[in-house]
């Protein structure tokens, strides 16, 4: 009985600490603002999948930082559809020629 009640707890459990270490919040690695030179609202997107950009964002992405290791691929529709562009690490002041609804982020791979 309590071998099962443990087992159930682990099977539970182990997923979510899979699934945490490929999708977790960028806050340190990729920030994205609604307005130029890193002003005004802020989004932190996922690492290895795809963020549809909240309001104010949306259709408005302003500038982005990307820490180094890492970049983003710029989507013009939600769900990441119709490449628009791409930011690789750094600092970008100004994204407004872009209509920007949603972003892929990964870490860069080194040989």
Known sequence: MLYSKIT???????????TARFYYPTATNVRLYSEPSFDGEVQDP?????????????????SAE??????CRLYRHQGCAGYEGFVDEGSWPDL??????SVFCDIKQYD
């Open 8 to 18: 159930a707890v682990v099977v539970a459990i182990l997923p979510l600490s899979v």
């Open 46 to 62: 996922y690492i290895r999948r795809c963020t549809d950009l909240d309001p104010p964002l949306r259709h408005n992405l302003g």
């Open 66 to 71: 990307v820490k180094r290791g890492h970049y």
């Open 96 to 101: 407004l020629q872009y209509d920007t609804q």
